[in-house]
Structures are given as structure tokens and as C-alpha cells.
């Protein structure tokens, strides 16, 4: 059974750091495109990041140069290295698996429960 | 501001049928890239609805179904469930953006 287990988040300061773990069973993470989306609280949908099988990385302007994802394919579990926080960084941070032929058809199909983080002084 | 448009809430009574708009623009449902669709029951994880505009997952009810033309597409949903009572978001690939985008959501309620 595909599962993905997300974990890490919490309270931290504005310009403090985070890093939340996604663990993941019945797949590789390594054979596999995995993303983050974010959801502030009462808010929408919104994508954050991709990493490819190949190791290439892509980001949301929104966290471009602050949030860094990453993979330990030993332990089959996807990161988010969070750093410089901020207010409206405060969400709902999903793992998704990607699926789909091309880059301009992924889409997001097995999803975490999600973990909460609150950036707040 | 989405990228992808939707009306922020739809209703039906149980046995309608209800559809779920979602506009885009010539860098992305307009663009031809595929529009795929999600369900969020009250305090759960999205799940996803329909893939590569009309395509359903294995375990989602015919009762969902999706097009997509020009720069819009739609989920519509038959033989309204209590159930059925969610947030819908739809999602694409934006050429702008060079991301991910998806729509501000729907909240169905059925009466």
C-alpha cells in the first residue's frame, strides 16, 4: 500500500528554521517525482516545490532561495529545509507522489495527512 | 489571487446535478496543459478526483466527471450525495509561472 507519513512541523519564530520529513512506504522516493503543497489555514491549495527522479528541484517564487527540498533515499523519506520563516509561511504542508506523462500534465496522487506549521513570535 | 478561477461555493439538494467551473489563461488550461481535479473533506488531506482533464482514479464513483475546452474546464458531479459535501480545487501547469497552480476552491454544500 502507497502511504505517505509527513512529520516536523510546529511553532518556530519569524527568521527561524524548520525541516519536515515525509516518510514514505510502498514506493521509492528515488523512482519517484515528489512535491510539497501548502495550505494556510482556511485558505487554498498552493504548490511549493517538485523534486525529480533525477534530482532536479523546482520552487514556488514564494519560497525561491529559502525552502530547499531534498531526498535520503537510505531512508525513503523526502525533506523541506525551511529557513528565514515568515508569517505567511504559516500552513498545512502536504507530500504529495507526482504522476503524469510531461511536465505540463503532473499532478499530485497520493498525499500525506499533512503537518501544521505556525511561524509566530 | 489564483491563478485558476472558481466560484468560491456551489450547492444542490441530494439526486442533482452539480458543476464546478474553473478558468484559466492562455499560459496554462489555454496553453493545452491538462487540468486535474481534487476533493477535501472537512479536515482531511486532498484527494485526488480526476486526472489529465477526464480521467478518473481507480475507486472514484462515475458520478464524477470532467472536460476541459479553450481556457476552462469543469467538474461536474451527478446523483448529489451528503457525502459528496467537500471542497473541489482544480489544478494545472502554468507556463508564466513556470509552477503548479491551482484554483482558489469550491466549497459544495448539499442541502
Known amino acids: 500500500e502507497v502511504q505517505v507519513v509527513e512529520s516536523g512541523g510546529g511553532l518556530v519564530q519569524p527568521g527561524g528554521s524548520l525541516r519536515l520529513s515525509c516518510a514514505a512506504s510502498?514506493?521509492?522516493?528515488?523512482?519517484?517525482?515528489m512535491s510539497w503543497v501548502r495550505q494556510a489555514p482556511g485558505e487554498g491549495l498552493e504548490w511549493v516545490s517538485i523534486?525529480?527522479?533525477?534530482?532536479?528541484?523546482y520552487y514556488a517564487d514564494s519560497v525561491k532561495g529559502r525552502f530547499t527540498i531534498s531526498r535520503d533515499n537510505s531512508k525513503n523519506t523526502l525533506y523541506l529545509q525551511m529557513s528565514s520563516l515568515r508569517a505567511e509561511d504559516t500552513a498545512v504542508y502536504y507530500c504529495?507522489?507526482?504522476?503524469?506523462?510531461?511536465?505540463?500534465?503532473?499532478?499530485?496522487?497520493?498525499w500525506g495527512q499533512g503537518t501544521l506549521v505556525t511561524v509566530s513570535s | 489571487q489564483s491563478v485558476l478561477t472558481q466560484p468560491p461555493s456551489v450547492s444542490g439538494a441530494p439526486g442533482q446535478r452539480v458543476t464546478i467551473s474553473c478558468t484559466g489563461s492562455?499560459?496554462?488550461?489555454?496553453?493545452?496543459?491538462?487540468v486535474h481535479w481534487y476533493q477535501q473533506l472537512p479536515g482531511t488531506a486532498p484527494k485526488l478526483l480526476i486526472y489529465?482533464?477526464?480521467n478518473r482514479p481507480s475507486g472514484v464513483p462515475d458520478r464524477f466527471s470532467g472536460s476541459k475546452s479553450g481556457t476552462s474546464a469543469s467538474l461536474a458531479i451527478t446523483g448529489l450525495q451528503a457525502e459528496d459535501e467537500a471542497d473541489y480545487y482544480c489544478?494545472?501547469?502554468?507556463?508564466?509561472?513556470?509552477?503548479?497552480?491551482f484554483g482558489g476552491g469550491t466549497k459544495l454544500t448539499v442541502l
Open positions: 489544478q494545472s501547469y502554468d507556463s508564466s509561472l513556470s509552477g503548479w497552480v
Open positions: 504529495a507522489r507526482v504522476a503524469g506523462r510531461t511536465r505540463g500534465a503532473y499532478y499530485f496522487d497520493d
Open positions: 523534486i525529480y527522479s533525477g534530482g532536479n528541484t
Open positions: 489529465d482533464n477526464t
Open positions: 510502498g514506493f521509492t522516493v528515488s523512482g519517484n517525482y
Open positions: 492562455s499560459s496554462n488550461i489555454g496553453a493545452g496543459y491538462d
